[in-house]
């Protein structure tokens, strides 16, 4: 029924020769704000349209470490895009990664929300989250409040699915 769209670079690998490599391709990265929306609102409104051809919709996941990381930018890239078929993943690590409290999340419309991510994270202090570190850790073991979290998005009358993202090694061998 759906298609994952993620923008920007898949892991922080993309980010470690970008001084030694200065023609590295770096999509959006760099450019003004309202720039970096308008491309990313133009390639997810294609995407959106080729997808509607066949029924289907787009979730859009807006990974920690990209430019356009926050709920108001994605929203922004949303409303830019204009295309129904386009609606948002949210992912409780991306999100306190990216600065975002179950607060924000309580505020979405419903409809946007096409479906969620349980993940835990250790503490975060800022600058580039490193996933492979910072998802190390069962679920329910980390800094963040679960329950507050969900009530956030059950807060919202959201009635999609749920999946619990596992990054822990350990739980990855038991």
Do not use: M
């Not at 133009?42 to 990209?66: M, N």
């Not at 979290?149 to 038991?174: M, P």
Request: with cysteine; proline share 5%.
């Amino acid at each position: 029924k759906g298609l994952e769209a993620i923008t920007g670079p898949i892991s922080l690998a993309a980010y470690a020769n970008a001084a030694a490599v200065p023609d590295l391709y770096r999509g959006v990265i760099g450019l003004p704000l309202q720039e970096q929306i308008h491309i990313t609102a133009a390639g997810l409104a294609s995407v959106a349209d080729i997808a509607a051809e066949r029924g289907l919709l787009i979730y859009y996941e807006a990974l920690s470490w990209t430019p356009l990381n926050t709920l108001d930018k994605q929203l922004r890239t949303l409303e830019r895009a204009g295309r129904s078929n386009i609606k948002l993943v949210i992912d409780f690590w991306h999100c306190y990664t990216a600065g975002e409290t179950p607060e924000s999340i309580a505020r979405l419309d419903k409809d946007l929300i096409y479906g969620v991510h349980i993940c835990d994270s250790l503490p975060f202090d800022g600058g580039i989250p490193d996933e492979g570190v910072l998802r190390d850790v069962p679920t329910g073991k980390g800094v963040l409040d679960l329950k507050e979290w969900v009530d956030a998005v059950k807060a919202t009358g959201f009635q999609g699915w749920w999946s619990c993202e596992l990054f822990c090694r350990r739980q990855h061998q038991e």
